[in-house]
């Protein structure tokens, strides 16, 4: 770009960095709006009194490090180089300058400390809100954020329906959804769980009102306004008959087909009203209404689902509590619930030190309801020019989040009505900075058709905004290739072909992973590099495979598919025949026992044997540590004992293991794993590892991973692929369109038709058939200078005519502008489509360890001197009784320490008597249980009382030269360390004394054996200590004040 | 003073009266070591211990000793699980207890703020508190204060505070002189204690680190992986070019989430073999962080037993502790136990009590009599030890009884970790009956719960010998010295540490009193002088920090970016070959021909009709399932499982036509007499698999079974009474046996009808969609029909099969028949509406039928067990043998298993 370059929008550019105002900005792809962001942020950091007063919020977790990257960027920029010459960047250096300043002035030291643009997730400043505002979040503290709840919504889903056994009403209701779906448990605990999933559509639906007459009432409406529609569209001069709803349904019924077209014999509707244009959709739609009540059945079920939706979101909470985690959902909803505050609107000032003035929001477009509801109290008490300002961007024709609760509907309502009290100026943007024209011109033509008409929040329809663009026209940009009657195989040719011949960056997206199923073989066999992004899952591959079978075998002892997949994998390799001899069979015993049983071996081969023993030896050692090292490491062990990763095709295959093995660690609890189900099915979602150091590769990915990138070529091959059903839901809801709330129950099990459920469903499929389109827009605008698409078309056997591409296909969507590009073939063709199967050369064949020539020694390990292992103390033995007396000796030891410190001056039994609750103190301090505590006392007492009453205690703690009391000495012998404590010590001209104070306690008679035995089990410490103290010759005591004991030895 | 007169003084022994804090265990530790290298460096064999410990435990050591030296009782104070617990009491008096989603963190974070109100003096003012979160605070902190009041006790918070008055107690040892070593900060609290400590005669001194000239190098890596691994070669390059023994550190900032796999890369750097070594070697590497109590095992296990022991546990605890090593005689009945638990999964619901738990053990005829006995007696000590409220001392003593019972930590030997860990477990428990000094009586789940968190939140780490590498976090690399230091991890993100201030206190009052936690610029200044602390404590220092976490991009911290970047190899940094490499390197793979498995023996072979369905789809399944007879382990699920609710049905209909047996007979009964029939037979269906599943079955989820099934037949039987031709039931389950292609099973056909005229229908009960299409092609999907038909009972007169599809909507049969309108839905040959019609009559058919089903057997007889499914996808979907078949191996089976939205199949 040159610096006389002004971009077509450039006035509408500039109208967005106005930081007085708020503005909503349509931005479609390539667009160049992160720079606009960058540069409005830039513009309100001038401004502001602290950093943190400017909020932004990305889509991603990327999306903020990029942007704030950008933006410490820009500020280095303005800092160390020059004002560059093109215009936009001169724009951005001028306003990074002037923030810069702003910077220095007040001492923030953005440059340092980068957390202080606040440049986050939604999910991230839900995360900070409600990490300062324990209480008002109701939070207590921060659960761990869990990104795959699944399994606790199941666990909440069966703790609701385990309910149906309690008593009282909510046991009805259970028993009311139950009878509902045939009293299918497994069908209910999963819809209840899909349904807490998506809690934050329909939470606020419950604060509605939900009652019988209410919810009829909106029924009534929507009937009313189906056909209110229809006769708005009725032809003048044409007879209208005065009819009731029903009366109109069923005359719409009559005029139009099952497949609803206009019928064309028997009851034929009046050429006149034919002729208009929209009126066949709209009598379809009369044809389609529901009766005005809800049958018995339907409301009963109903209620029931209202009843129990609050007691589930109960259970929820109660099982995210007792893990200590919490999906994002829920973080979203608590900070909704602490901005809401007790007392009306908390006030950020008080809980963050600063108030949020400024917020941005990109790809707004994908927002959902909760997000929308947080910048609503976010913005609460914004007033027009009071300086405070919201800024959202975002493309609504690349709202492609439906799954992910986004809602498209949210911008279009945003555009005309605002946020909250936030008045929103519409910015318009046109100009593609990213495509060729060629690419552009032909976007702009297809998707004018692809794209509804008009914009319709309510259904999300989004009408096609055209861009202008800014490259010039390069060869051939779009390509539209057609293949027939599911020739996979031939798509999957022309991708690598096209991939091959591609200069510049290459990326293959796609809607569905299952599209990919022929093409990625096809790359590979064309030696076409390729990094497929969360595209493979793992768990089919056979490395992993082959570990999540030994998993299971190493978890279970009694899991024989995975205990004879252990024996058959490669490491292993044993043959059918041999499986057959040690496979416990109708015995009721486990694989492992049959290993080991003779019999058995003795019908194997001489060569399955050796693989057995082999085998067989590495498990065993780990069956006998089980419950020692964490699970991963056992089975990391054992794989690589048994020569794993020499069992791999190749070096990919170590990495996926490794990336197995660390979802194996991150899942599992205290050396297990909780649930050995769930951990497969985890799996499943499992990935490879997109590889950082090959960036120049053909890029996989599906398109919604693709958004926001781009690339010089884009194929996109499978476009006629198609989604399967949606699942049912347990309930279904709209808004109608005076905004009242319409509820829908399932339908009972086996039941074909429920017209108001299907009645909402078909309004989600609407939804859901637009965002195919914009699906379609966001894969064609990631190309920069080449496009390639490639769908499949059906052909009708008989005439060979080219059928329509199925519904819910990309193709369908793109249809009226490519249909052109697919030609009739051959009539009478077979073309029947048949079952993949296995190779035949593959299906009789063993892969394995050849251990004729399999080699191996262990790389050397680190050279170094290894400190000799310390000797262990003795088993502990817990008992009630042994902790006491611990505690009691530790207390008899620091007390005779102070009388001894202290010559026994002035100690005397009585003094002794009135520090007893000094000494219950000390007890209970050391943390004696209060029922142990009199007589723990009493025993101190008797013991120091009996010292000092002790001749023998008297001369101990009495005044000795150079004594020492617990006297703290650290050894070193043969290099071990070892801290000891000698009680009592001290040297005088002829003699030296070490002394030990035991508190051993004994009943009965021959205290004197007892003793003796004493003296015998504590010599070697005392030895120990002489020695430490190089004082061969010390003379040695002990000392029992309980028994008024004495043992001495030693210096002769 | 510095360092190397501080170890003079110290080498004085006793005599110098020096006493030396850290703010940190870690750095008392590391000084103690380098005192008692330098004194070995001196030569001497014994020394006096200097005395070294963090600051928090010299004041606890100051009261113990005040306590002692006045003789009279100071009051007690609180342990830090004693303060705990006594704010949790705080919190739960209040009315936010039952609204608040965890107490846990709450605790935690009032503690925090109550404590650094304290050390940092801010006046907890309500006036000065505005918002409801500090309001709520005051008021825990209110009770909390009532309560140490109310039991006499001590507040560790202010601990500080209380001492300083007592310090010139004359009785009361003090220091001569206080050297505090590694303080970055000192709070208003521990000055004001060091002043009056100066007042009292001692010398309080500061410990300076002498700051040496470095070699900095910043390295950048790939992502952490790399950087953890690039950090491990750079260690073990070090270790193996000093002389004698180097102190190595790599300072982690984010040890707690990143521990593991440091001390793996460590691990395999260091000892590349050490897992597969047949002794696990000592490594010279130590981590300075433990793991959580109940992470490890022999805990965790102890902790289910006593959950066990509540109203309800999950099954997967029962089956944990059920396959327990730390329970007595987990050795003897190793595999005993593995099956039961294999056994109660198919029956049990995934939640159950002890009690049931038991029984269903005793019921399934258990070959692991000492377990069950055991768990029998733990059932009993429940009923009469585990309820009702008890002080924390008594559920401590119930719950080492309880353990004692089932015979904890079981029979296996234990190595010195596990001793270890023992030991720490019983002082743990010990720990919790102290509770009571702080809380009155508690029932079962609270003193449970408790327990559980205290495990949770105590770091254990068994101990380990001295060794050169030392790997820390930040707080704990403060003062301390190396001959090489690595600190990773610096990205702009994460260090300076962003302000984290706490939620209980105003964050203005916060940053007034200086806390840098709460203020991004004193954060920034804290952190900066940390830094320089690294730069200057080792000769070579190097800083790192990745370029990529998952798709994002990361820059240096900006506290280190302006060092130049260096790569490993630049720094002399070698490279090893892990383990999986070097193996993979020397792999020798085979390919050997194995499809075929041994003749199947003469007689009856196993799997019923099944068998042959099995062949047809797979004749590996056919193969693992009726010849190997492999399953996998099931998990229990809520209700009753499709099986369970077939064999319902299934049975449900043979009482209904056992009791009716014609059509005529049907035609004559009363709506109120078929409505007692089926009231009857549904009991008598529901009595049979109440035997089996009597949790399941036994309340109100069972009544609802009852009239699912009513309700079922009720609309079958319309279906049958408009069947255009009369009909008798012959049988109705009738076992058989079969045989073709040699091979002999058993069957159980669902009904036999005979017709007016003297046709025979077979007819099995399906309660999903079915299709004729199942009877077609060489590879039938659903072969058990024609195999009645033709090798059967009756065999040569059957002319009509049908699948009966009985589901609440849409019952109707679906079949075909040698001629016209027999059965409702019954077509003939030609008529059928599926590919079967191309076989154009019902001769054919059956002639087809003949060949193909001798063709299957004869494969299954012949040991045919190729890897060979109809259709990979979706065959193999609903087939669990495919890690033992390696389908996956073969071709590329799983690709669009992970797909989010799924497609439809056929
Ligand atoms: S998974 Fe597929 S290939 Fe393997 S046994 Fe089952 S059906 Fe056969």
């Known amino acids: ?1052 | 003073m510095e360092k190397s007169q501080l170890f003079e003084r110290l080498g004085e022994g006793h005599g110098a009266a020096l006493t030396v804090v850290t703010p940190n265990r870690r750095l008392a530790q590391s000084l103690a070591r380098d005192f008692a290298s330098h004194q070995a460096a001196r030569g001497l064999a014994a020394w006096e211990t200097a005395d070294i410990l963090p600051f928090e435990s010299w004041v606890r050591r100051l009261w113990e000793e005040a306590a002692q030296a006045e003789g009279e009782a100071l009051p007690l104070l609180l342990s830090p699980a004693q303060e705990h617990a006594a704010w949790e009491e705080a919190i739960r008096a209040s009315r936010y207890a039952k609204e608040l989603f965890a107490l846990g963190p709450a605790v935690v974070q009032c503690r925090e703020a109550w404590h650094l109100a304290h050390a940092w003096r801010i006046p907890l003012d309500a006036r000065r508190i505005p918002n409801e979160d500090g309001r709520a605070f005051l008021e825990w902190a209110g009770n909390y204060e009532r309560s140490l009041r109310e039991r006499g006790h001590a507040d560790p918070a202010r601990a500080a505070d209380l001492l300083a008055p007592m310090l010139g107690g004359a009785r009361l040892r003090k220091p001569a002189t206080l050297a505090m070593a590694g303080f970055d900060i000192v709070t208003p609290q521990q000055r004001g204690l060091l002043e009056r400590l100066a007042d009292c005669a001692t010398a309080v001194v500061d410990v300076a680190f002498a700051s040496r000239a470095s070699r900095l190098a910043r390295v950048a890596l790939a992502d952490a992986k790399s950087e953890v691994d690039a950090a491990a070669r750079w260690a073990r390059t070090r270790l193996e070019a000093a002389e004698g023994s180097p102190r190595i550190g790599i300072v982690v900032p984010d040890l707690a989430q990143s521990r593991s796999r440091i001390e793996r890369a460590l691990a395999n750097v260091l000892a590349p073999g050490h897992r597969i070594a047949a002794e696990a070697p000592v490594l010279p590497f130590n981590v300075s962080l433990g793991l959580a109590l109940d992470a490890h095992p022999l805990v965790a296990d102890a902790l289910h037993v006593i959950d066990l022991a509540g109203a309800h546990a999950p099954f997967e605890h029962a089956s944990r502790v059920l396959r327990s090593p730390f329970v007595a005689g987990a050795e003897t009945e190793r595999e005993a136990r593995a099956r039961l638990d294999a056994r109660l999964r198919r029956r049990a619901m995934p939640e159950l009590s002890l009690d049931s738990f038991v029984r269903q053990g005793e019921a399934s005829g258990s070959a692991a009599p000492d377990f069950i006995d055991r768990f029998r007696r733990l059932a009993e000590f429940r009923k009469s030890d585990l309820f009702e409220a008890r002080a924390a001392s008594g559920w401590a003593r119930a719950f080492s009884d309880a353990l004692r019972i089932v015979g904890f930590p079981g029979e296996r030997p234990l190595d010195s970790r596990e001793q270890q860990t023992l030991a720490r477990w019983h002082e743990l428990l010990a720990q919790f009956a102290t509770l009571e000094q702080v809380s009155g009586k508690m029932g079962f789940q609270l003193a449970r719960e408790r327990l559980r968190r205290m495990a949770r939140e105590a770091i254990f780490q068994p101990k380990a010998p001295d060794v050169p590498i030392q790997v820390m976090g930040i707080l704990e690399s403060a003062g301390q010295e190396f001959d090489h230091l690595w600190v990773m991890g610096l990205t702009d993100d994460a260090w300076p540490l962003p302000a984290r201030p706490n939620p209980f206190i105003p964050v203005a009052a916060q940053r007034a009193a200086g806390i840098a936690q709460a203020d991004p610029a004193a954060s920034l200044e804290l952190d900066r002088r940390i830094t320089q602390g690294w730069m200057e404590c080792a000769p070579e220092v190097i800083l790192s920090h990745a370029t990529m976490r998952k798709e994002s991009e990361l820059s240096p911290s900006p506290l280190i970016a302006m060092l130049p970047a260096e790569t490993p190899e630049a720094l002399g940094v070698r490279s090893f070959t892990p383990l999986h490499q070097a193996m993979r390197a020397a792999s020798a793979i085979e390919t050997i021909e194995d499809g075929k498995a041994p003749l199947v023996g003469e007689g009856m072979s196993r799997g019923g009709t099944g068998l042959f369905k099995d062949q047809a789809a797979c004749p590996f399944r056919a193969f693992a399932k009726r010849r190997l007879l492999a399953e996998e382990i099931e998990t229990p699920h809520t209700g009753l499982d499709p099986r369970d609710r077939g064999t319902l049905l299934h049975e449900m209909l043979k009482a209904v036509w056992d009791r009716v047996v014609t059509q005529e007979r049907l035609a004559s009964m009363s709506p109120g007499q078929i409505e007692t029939l089926l009231g009857e037979c549904a009991e008598q269906a529901l009595a049979a698999m109440k035997r089996r599943r009597a949790e399941t079955l036994s309340g109100r989820y069972g009544e609802l079974e009852r009239e699912r099934l009513v309700r079922l037949a009720r609309t079958w039987l319309e279906v049958e009474r408009g069947r255009p031709v009369p009909f008798r039931v012959l049988k109705t389950e009738e076992e058989c046996e079969v045989e073709f292609g040699g091979v002999r099973v058993k069957g159980r056909l669902d009904r036999r009808d005979e017709l007016e005229g003297g046709r025979i229908a077979v007819i099995d009960y399906k309660s999903g969609a079915c299709r004729t299409g199942a009877w077609e092609g060489d590879r039938p999907d659903e072969p058990q029909l024609p195999m009645y038909a033709l090798g059967g009972p009756d065999a040569g007169r059957v002319s009509v099969v049908a699948f009966a599809q009985v589901r609440t909507a849409g019952s109707r049969f679906r079949g075909v028949s040698d001629a016209p309108n027999l059965v409702t839905g019954v077509t003939t040959v030609d008529k059928d509406r599926s590919q079967l019609k191309e076989y154009g009559s019902w001769d054919r058919l059956v002639a087809h039928w003949r060949t193909e089903l001798d063709r299957i057997g004869r494969a299954f007889a012949a040991g045919d067990a190729r890897v060979d499914p109809k259709n990979l996808r979706v065959t193999c979907k609903q087939c669990e043998q495919h890690p033992l078949c390696r389908v996956a191996e073969k071709a590329p089976f799983g690709a669009a298993s992970g797909d989010e939205e799924g497609e439809a199949d056929d």
């Open chain 1, 1 to 1052: 770009m040159t610096e006389a370059f002004v971009a077509p929008d450039q006035a509408e550019r500039d109208r967005a960095l106005d930081v007085a105002r708020s503005f909503i900005v349509q931005a479609p792809a390539g667009s160049g709006k992160t720079a606009l962001l960058i540069q409005r942020y830039l513009a309100l950091l001038s401004r502001v009194e602290r950093p943190e007063e400017i909020a932004a919020i990305t889509f991603t977790v990327k999306a903020a490090a990029e942007m704030r990257n950008r933006v410490l960027e820009a500020l280095r920029g303005a800092r160390q180089s020059r004002r560059p010459g093109s215009a936009q960047d001169a724009r951005t250096w001028d306003l990074a300058r002037a923030a810069l300043e702003r910077n220095d002035v007040l001492g923030w030291k953005l440059e340092e400390s980068a957390d202080r643009l606040k440049v986050q997730t939604i999910d991230a400043l839900c995360a900070s809100l409600t990490r300062q505002m324990p209480v008002l979040s109701r939070f207590g503290g921060q659960p761990e954020v869990i990104e795959d709840a699944t399994a606790l919504f199941a666990e909440a889903a069966h703790n609701l329906l385990a309910m149906i056994e309690e008593e009282g009403e909510e046991a009805q209701s259970v028993a009311r959804l139950l009878r509902h779906l045939d009293n299918d448990a497994a069908t209910a605990a999963k819809l209840v769980a899909e349904m807490l999933a998506r809690r934050d559509q329909w939470l606020r639906t419950l604060d509605r009102k939900t009652d019988r007459q209410s919810l009829e009432r909106a029924l009534d409406e929507v009937r009313r306004v189906a056909v209110e529609e229809m006769l708005a569209l009725w032809p003048e001069g044409e007879k209208c008959p005065k009819l009731g709803t029903d009366d109109w349904i069923t005359q719409a019924q009559e005029w139009t087909t099952q497949k609803g077209e206009w019928r064309k014999v028997g009851s034929i509707a009046p050429a006149a009203i034919r002729a208009v244009e929209a009126m066949l959709e709209a009598m379809c739609a009369v044809k389609s209404l529901p009766p005005g009540r809800y049958s018995d059945v339907q409301w009963d079920a109903l209620e029931a689902m209202l009843r129990l939706a609050p007691l589930a979101i109960a259970q929820l909470q109660l099982v995210f509590a007792k893990h200590g985690k919490a999906d994002f959902t829920e973080f979203a909803l608590r900070a909704l619930r602490a901005l809401e505050g007790e007392e009306g609107a908390t006030d950020l000032l008080l809980v963050l030190d600063y108030r949020i003035r400024h917020i941005l929001v990109d790809e707004f477009q994908d927002t959902s309801f909760t997000q929308f509801k947080l910048l609503e109290l976010l913005t609460s008490g914004w007033e027009p020019g009071d300086g405070r300002t919201l800024f959202v961007v975002g493309d609504p024709m690349q709202s492609i989040y439906r799954f992910r609760e986004a809602e498209v509907g949210l911008f279009l309502r945003a555009w005309k009505e605002g946020v909250g009290s936030v008045a929103l100026e519409p910015v318009t943007l046109s100009a593609n900075f990213r495509s060729h024209a060629g690419i552009v011109d032909w976007v702009n033509h297809a998707f004018a058709r692809v794209m509804p008409v008009s914009a319709d929040a309510r259904t999300g329809a989004v009408k096609y905004a055209a861009s202008h663009a800014v490259h010039p026209r390069e060869e051939r940009a779009t390509h539209m290739h057609p293949f027939y009657d599911s020739d996979s195989a031939g798509q999957g040719r022309t991708v690598a072909e096209v991939a091959r011949e591609a200069r510049g960056s290459v990326a293959i997206l796609v809607r569905n992973r299952s599209h990919l199923l022929e093409v990625l073989p096809r790359l590979r066999e064309a030696g076409i590099a390729y990094r497929a992004v969360e595209i493979e899952s793992l768990r089919h591959r056979p490395a992993v495979s082959d570990l999540l079978a030994l998993t299971r075998a190493l978890s279970h002892l009694a899991d024989e598919v995975a205990w004879l997949a252990v024996l058959r994998a490669p490491w292993c390799g044993l043959t059918l025949a041999d499986l057959l001899a040690v496979a416990p069979g109708e015995a009721p015993i486990t694989v492992w026992e049959g290993v080991r049983d003779e019999a058995r071996l003795a019908k194997m081969s001489a060569d399955g044997r050796t693989r057995l023993e082999r085998t067989r030896a590495l498990l065993a050692r780990a069956l006998a540590a089980r419950g020692r090292l964490g699970l991963r490491d056992v089975v990391e062990g054992v794989w690589l004992g048994l020569g794993g990763p020499a069992c791999v095709e190749g070096d990919i295959d170590l990495e996926d293991a490794e990336t197995y093995l660390d979802h194996l660690e991150a899942m599992e609890e205290s050396g297990s794993l909780p649930d050995l189900e769930a951990f497969v099915e985890s799996v499943e979602k499992l990935f490879a590892l997109p590889d950082l150091e090959s960036p120049d590769c053909v890029q996989v990915m599906t398109i919604h991973k693709a958004k926001g990138l781009e690339f010089d070529t884009v194929i996109v091959p499978g476009l006629a692929g198609e989604t399967a059903k949606d699942d049912a839901s347990l309930f279904l809801w709209m808004e109608t369109t005076e905004g009242a709330l319409l509820l829908a129950p399932i339908k009972p099990a086996g039941v074909e038709k429920e017209p108001i459920y299907d009645m909402i469903r078909r309004l989600d499929k609407t939804k859901a058939g637009h965002e195919v389109g914009r699906l379609l827009y966001v894969a064609s605008t990631r190309a920069r200078k080449a496009l390639h698409l490639l769908g499949d078309a059906a052909r009708d056997w008989k005439t060979g005519a080219v059928k329509e591409p199925g519904r819910t296909s990309l193709l369908h969507k793109l249809w009226p502008a490519v249909a052109h590009h697919f030609e009739p073939g051959d009539p009478r063709r077979n073309t029947r489509a048949v079952g993949r199967s296995v190779p035949v050369a593959a299906q009789g064949s063993l892969r394995r360890l050849d251990f004729d020539r399999f080699r191996f020694e262990a790389p050397a390990a680190v050279a170094w001197n290894a400190p000799r292992e310390r000797e262990e103390a003795e088993p502990i033995e817990f008992s009630w009784v042994g902790d006491t007396s611990r505690r009691v000796g530790s207390v008899v030891h620091r007390w005779l320490q102070r009388i001894a410190e202290e010559e026994m001056r002035g100690w005397n039994r009585a003094r002794v008597e009135k520090h007893r609750g000094a000494i219950r103190a000390s007890l209970t301090a050391a943390g004696l249980i209060e029922a142990e505590l009199d007589s723990a006392a009493a025993r101190v007492v008797a013991a120091l009382t009996g010292a000092l009453e002790d001749p023998r205690g008297k001369w101990l703690l009495g005044p000795h030269p150079n004594a020492r009391n617990e006297y703290r000495l650290t050894t070193r012998v043969d290099g071990v360390r070892r801290d000891i404590v000698i009680d009592r010590l001290w040297e005088d001209l002829a003699e030296t004394w070490i002394v030990d104070y035991k508190t051993s306690s004994h009943e009965g008679a021959e205290l004197d054996k007892f003793l003796a035995a004493e003296e015998v089990r504590y010599r070697p410490q005392l030895e120990r200590y002489a020695a430490a103290l190089g004082k061969a010759g010390a003379r040695r005591g002990l000392y029992f004040p309980l028994l008024k004991g004495w043992r001495e030895w030693g210096s002769d």
